[in-house]
């Protein structure tokens, strides 16, 4: 199941899609690191795209790592709350769930 926090990463246009990336066997943001599974995968969700077909799209953990990061250091310089304590921030504690999934 998809979290919440990976909605702020971005994504490309789902029309610029191979058929695999759209299929979540390969990964959103660079479809050349080969074909991803349960262990090498994040799961980004469903999304509808315009054509009315339903997407299951995964990254590869190299590439969501290189995106959450900076996403987790922007949403923690900008948010009170995390400045005291991330843990009390579903957002500030969601991303940095997510930077531990990417290191597994």
Not at 45 to 66: I, M, P, V, W, Y
Not at 92 to 98: E, I, K, P, Q, Y
């Amino acid at each position: 199941m998809r979290t919440a926090v990976a909605d702020l990463l971005p994504l490309p246009a789902l029309e610029g899609l191979t058929d695999q990336q759209r299929r979540g066997t390969a990964c959103v943001w660079n479809h050349g690191h080969g074909s991803l599974t349960t262990t090498t995968a994040i799961d980004l969700g469903e999304r509808q795209a315009s054509d009315g077909t339903t997407c299951f799209l995964r990254g590869c953990k190299a590439c969501a790592q290189a995106l959450v990061i900076p996403t987790l250091q922007d949403h923690t310089n900008s948010c009170e709350q995390c400045v005291d304590d991330y843990t009390r921030c579903e957002t500030g504690a969601g991303l940095v769930r997510l930077v531990r999934e990417t290191r597994r």
